[in-house]
């Protein structure tokens, strides 16, 4: 299994910029959730999908902040236009939906920094 | 997160020695999730602990849920030089939405020879 996979591991941008982040989940998880971290606020959830539709966006920071998840093994956070204050790592994670298989994965995460 | 405090901020432990890390909540424990973060990468899944007086152990590493006092506690045995990072403690929202955590500030642990 090749975990959840996201997409750039880095990336620098102006501000103003649109930036545009990508996840795959684990094959056969229904739970797709993003979460950034900061030094400030440490971990925290943006928002968080179940069998490709938003359940909760409660965490997302503003309307510059957009996530989308067009099929199963796909999802993106945008952020348009992107501010030095959005500089985060950001993380997607995945689950299963059924029983005890309760153990969320996460990736890499992608460092974001916008100057 | 106030909600979820953990507890040391940071620790030093010499190779060899034992150390814990707790994670007290003032709101109701649904289900506690404890993961591992090196720099640079993402977390790691290490225990989740769902019933009051459940206790787990992987390899070295055990952890226990108490239920009553809304806590937990990460217990290392002979601590290796590959037990070096931040330990997350994640608290599960409501009980439908496991996944939708809420986490704590992190221990960083730092293992010296």
């Known amino acids: 299994d090749a975990g959840v996979i996201q997409s750039p591991r880095h990336e620098v941008t102006e501000m103003g910029q649109e930036v545009t982040l990508r996840c795959k989940p684990i094959?056969?998880?229904?739970?797709l959730f993003w979460y950034r971290q900061t030094m400030m606020r440490g971990l925290e959830l943006l928002i968080y999908?179940?069998?490709?539709?938003?359940?909760?966006d409660s965490g997302m920071p503003e309307d510059r902040f957009s996530a989308k998840m067009p099929n199963a093994s796909f999802s993106t956070l945008k952020i348009q236009p992107s501010e030095p204050r959005d500089s985060a790592v950001y993380f997607c994670?995945?689950?299963?939906?059924?029983?005890?298989?309760?153990?969320?994965?996460f990736g890499s995460g992608t460092q974001l920094s916008v100057l | 997160s106030q909600e979820l405090e953990q507890s040391p901020q940071s620790l030093i432990v010499q190779e060899g020695k034992n150390l814990t890390i707790n994670c007290t909540s003032s709101?109701?424990?649904?289900?506690l999730y404890w993961y591992k973060q090196k720099y640079g990468e993402g977390l790691i899944f290490l225990m989740m602990?769902?019933?009051?007086?459940e206790e787990k152990s992987h390899e070295k590493i055990t952890a226990k849920l108490d239920e009553k006092k809304q806590q937990s506690s990460l217990h290392i045995t002979a601590s290796q030089p590959s037990h070096a990072g931040i330990y997350l403690c994640?608290?599960?929202?409501?009980?439908?939405?496991?996944?939708?955590?809420?986490f704590g500030a992190g221990t960083q642990v730092v293992v010296t020879p």
């Open positions: 994670a995945s689950r299963a939906g059924l029983g005890s298989r309760k153990k969320l994965f």
């Open positions: 094959s056969g998880h229904d739970y």
């Open positions: 999908f179940n069998n490709n539709v938003p359940i909760d």
């Open positions: 709101k109701t424990l649904y289900g």
């Open positions: 602990l769902q019933k009051g007086g």
């Open positions: 994640g608290r599960a929202m409501t009980t439908d939405s496991w996944g939708k955590l809420q």
